[in-house]
């Protein structure tokens, strides 16, 4: 299979010389849980040469309803591992890295990326990532998500540090807002790796009203 062949229609979109420039591209997702699972699957087979997935945890039976790349076999498997097989078995043309550690962890490792995608469930952690994406001098796109409402922003300048840092644990999740975020996150860095513009630190706020219209409302961050 050649990859004109296999990337056609985004070929179609852009032509051959963005989706070759792709090739070259390195990304890190961390966590592999709702988002991670929507991001791999978006960019896995999008035509970005390096992707990195980062979870410690296990699949659980609670998980796979909005955990889409995940089946009731893949119960009590590392999630990261079980993402990156199949981002593997979908895209020959991909080099897929799991990695069966948290965050803290990993960034000892010192890798170096075109863009990181947050798909952690703890705020904390995002501050460890913003602190660790400064240092680096990498952008870094953030999402959260809650019953039917959610949250994204592409951080390049701006401080993750306004929100509150503690950890909150949401009660309750529909799975088509997690993808929904998810897919708003893939866009984000795929328009970025490919060369387009992206609004940067700016966070864009979703949710449904009463009446079940969605609703975005966006507000520009503080800079660091």
């Known amino acids: 299979m050649k990859q004109e062949a296999y990337f056609k229609?985004?070929?179609q979109l852009w032509g051959e010389e963005r989706q070759h420039s792709l090739e070259s591209?390195?990304?890190v997702i961390i966590g592999a849980g709702g988002l991670g699972c929507t991001l791999a699957m978006a960019l896995g087979t999008s035509g970005i040469g390096h992707i990195d997935i980062v979870d410690f945890d296990t699949v659980s039976h609670h998980n796979i309803h909005r955990q889409i790349a995940f089946t009731l076999q893949d119960e009590?498997?590392?999630k990261a591992k079980v993402v990156a097989k199949l981002i593997e078995a979908k895209n020959p043309?991909?080099?897929v890295n799991a990695y069966d550690?948290?965050?803290t962890s990993f960034k000892k490792l010192r890798h170096q990326y075109d863009i990181i995608l947050d798909a952690t469930d703890n705020l904390p952690v995002r501050g460890e990532?913003?602190?660790?994406a400064k240092e680096q001098k990498t952008p870094w796109i953030y999402a959260s998500v809650e019953a039917?409402?959610?949250q994204v922003c592409f951080f390049d300048k701006a401080s993750f540090q306004v929100f509150n840092l503690s950890d909150h644990k949401p009660e309750g999740i529909a799975a088509p807002i997690v993808m929904h975020l998810g897919s708003l996150q893939a866009n984000m860095a795929l328009r970025y790796l490919a060369g387009l513009s992206v609004v940067k630190d700016k966070l864009s706020y979703l949710y449904f009203s009463e009446e079940g219209e969605l609703i975005t409302q966006k507000f520009g961050m503080p800079t660091a």
């Open 129 to 132: 990532i913003d602190a660790y």
């Open 25 to 27: 591209k390195k990304i």
């Open 76 to 78: 009590e498997n590392n």
């Open 148 to 150: 039917f409402n959610g």
């Open 101 to 103: 550690m948290d965050f």
């Open 93 to 95: 043309f991909v080099k």
């Open 9 to 11: 229609r985004q070929i």
